[in-house]
Antibody
Framework: EVQLVESGGGLVQPGGSLRLSCAASGFTFSSYDMHWVRQTTGKGLEWVSAIDTAGDTYYPDSVKGRFTISRDNAKNSLYLQINSLSVGDTAVYYC??????????????WGRGTLVTVSS | EIVLTQSPGTLSLSPGEGATLSCRASQSVSSSFLAWYQHKPGQAPRLLIYGPTSRATGTPDRFSGSGSGTDFTLTISRLEPEDFAVYYCQQYHTSPTFGQGTKVEI
């Protein structure tokens, strides 16, 4: 059974940083492109990063320069480093498996998400 | 960026009734690269439909997807109690974007 379990969320002050983790199991992690998708109250679901099987990374312009996605295939783990957090980054962050091409894909498995709250 | 608009925002229905959910794209989604997800509170979102008519593994056949170009539909033929949830469409013609969701409630 495919499982994706996120961790690392919490309450952070504006300007702070956070590193989210995702533990994957039930599939050959190194063979799949992986993504982070977030859900905010205001903007709904938003794709925020991707990493392909070769380790190349992809971001929308809205987060480029602040978000860094990475993976450790030996640990079957996915990470998201978020810097310079603002209130607008408050969201549930989902670890997601991509199904087709890394830059244009649907998502066949999702984790339950981890909540990041940015507030002073 | 392709903007997806879902309608209606909320559908109030009873078990056994049918449901029709709409997703309209701001520009044509070529090759019908559109997917539908179901999301229940506290659970992981679940892929239902992709392509836009192919059912994902485990999706009951009461769920069906249709459409092309800019207009897509998710149809639930007979609502079961477990179908009451929020449904999202998503295009993957370009960088993924999602609709704002349709809540199907009792």
């Amino acid at each position: 059974e495919v499982q994706l379990v996120e961790s690392g969320g919490g309450l952070v002050q504006p300007g702070g940083s956070l590193r989210l983790s995702c533990a994957a199991s039930g599939f050959t992690f190194s063979s799949y492109d992986m993504h982070w998708v977030r859900q905010t109250t205001g903007k709904g679901l938003e794709w925020v990063s991707a990493i392909d099987t070769a380790g190349d990374t992809y971001y929308p312009d809205s987060v480029k320069g602040r978000f860094t996605i990475s993976r450790d295939n030996a640990k079957n783990s996915l990470y998201l480093q978020i810097n310079s957090l603002s209130v607008g980054d408050t969201a549930v962050y989902y670890c997601v498996r991509g199904a087709v091409w890394v830059e244009a894909t649907y998502f066949d498995y999702w984790g339950r998400g981890t909540l990041v709250t940015v507030s002073s | 960026e392709i903007v997806l608009t879902q309608s209606p925002g909320t559908l109030s229905l009873s078990p056994g009734e049918g449901a029709t959910l709409s997703c309209r794209a701001s520009q044509s989604v070529s090759s019908s690269f559109l997917a539908w997800y179901q999301h229940k509170p506290g659970q992981a979102p679940r892929l239902l439909i992709y392509g836009p008519t192919s059912r994902a593994t485990g999706t009951p056949d009461r769920f069906s997807g249709s459409g092309s170009g800019t207009d897509f539909t998710l149809t639930i033929s007979r609502l079961e109690p477990e179908d009451f949830a929020v449904y999202y469409c998503q295009q993957y013609h370009t960088s993924p974007t999602f609709g704002q969701g349709t809540k199907v409630e009792i």
